[in-house]
């Protein structure tokens, strides 16, 4: 049974049925030792993506302040060769970003092919912190669903294996973990008063998050919710549902590269072949 759960497409969220501290019958450390197994499964399997060249991945982290969007990105990725990664971290939109379509410094972004890109904050924003603030119009953002669903669309059409986690945290933790970072002075740098502020709009923001759940999970672009009170779950359960996505295409990428492999291999033969002829000598 994987430990994230796969929001079916077409189906209505609602996050309070979903609870945030699951373990899924694990002690931690039964979980780590499974994640470190995944974690060297990945390696692998970003060495054939890269390699291969013929896709890339999306994946997508979205949840409220403290959700563990930095540590699931430290933690998953650790194993992976930097040369394939890209990390983009989506702030408050530039003026240049805001006189152009929500979606133009985004596409700019997205990872090329056998690149592994990680998107920390995304699009999604734009249904999310632009609606609870009322940044822009209703209208407006209502519009974006659709959108964003044809942009990933395009994306996978395009050989992008799209792949969306939402951390699901509870807002207790939450609590606890903005206070962590007020005593500890190692932790204290991530802290800003802009969290509590946040904080207070708590439902409104997991209103917003049911709604871009809801419309935006696709077949081609599923949206995952992870339990995430736990970090060493949150990391097993992303962690899983790479490995399991991007095992399905590791036939692909191996017929590829063996493809690959024979071309270079033919083009030294002729080459060879040619000195042979023409009696000269490397
Ligand atoms: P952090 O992830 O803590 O570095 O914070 C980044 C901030 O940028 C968050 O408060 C986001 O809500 C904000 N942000 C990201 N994208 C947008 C957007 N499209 N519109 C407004 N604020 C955004
Ligand atoms: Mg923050």
Request: hydrophobic share 40%; charged share 30%; glycine share 6%.
């Amino acid at each position: 049974m994987p430990h994230a759960h796969l929001v079916k497409p077409g189906t209505r969220v609602r996050l309070k049925d979903y609870d945030t501290r699951e373990n899924g019958g694990l002690d931690k450390e039964a979980g780590q030792a499974r994640f470190a197994e995944l974690n060297a499964e990945l390696d692998a399997l970003q060495e054939e993506l890269h390699a291969a060249g013929t896709h890339s991945v999306l994946m997508v982290l979205q949840g409220m302040d403290t959700s563990g969007k930095d540590g699931a990105i430290r933690n998953v990725m650790t194993n992976l060769n930097p040369q394939g990664v890209r990390v983009e971290s989506f702030k408050v939109p530039t003026d240049e970003d805001l006189a152009h379509d929500f979606l133009w410094r985004v596409h700019k972004v997205t990872p090329g092919k056998g690149i592994f890109g990680v998107f920390n904050r995304s699009h999604y924003e734009d249904v999310l912190v632009v609606r609870v603030h009322g940044l822009a119009p209703e209208p407006v953002w209502k519009a974006r669903y659709d959108h964003i669903n044809a942009f990933e669309s395009l994306l996978a059409d395009s050989g992008t294996i799209v792949l969306k986690f939402f951390l699901h945290i509870s807002k207790d933790e939450q609590e606890q973990r903005l206070h962590e970072r007020e005593k500890e002075v190692g932790k204290a740098w991530k802290l800003s008063a802009g969290d509590w502020r946040e904080r207070e709009l708590w439902d409104q923001y997991q209103e917003a998050y049911e709604d871009a759940l809801s419309r935006c999970s696709t077949e081609v672009a599923p949206w995952y919710i992870v339990p995430a009170d736990r970090k060493w779950f949150r990391n097993l359960a992303i962690s899983e549902v790479l490995v399991d996505t991007l095992r399905g295409y590791r036939d692909h990428w191996r017929g590829a590269l063996e493809d690959l492999s024979q071309a270079k291999l033919a083009e030294l033969e002729a080459y060879r072949n040619l000195l042979k002829e023409t009696g000269r000598q490397v």
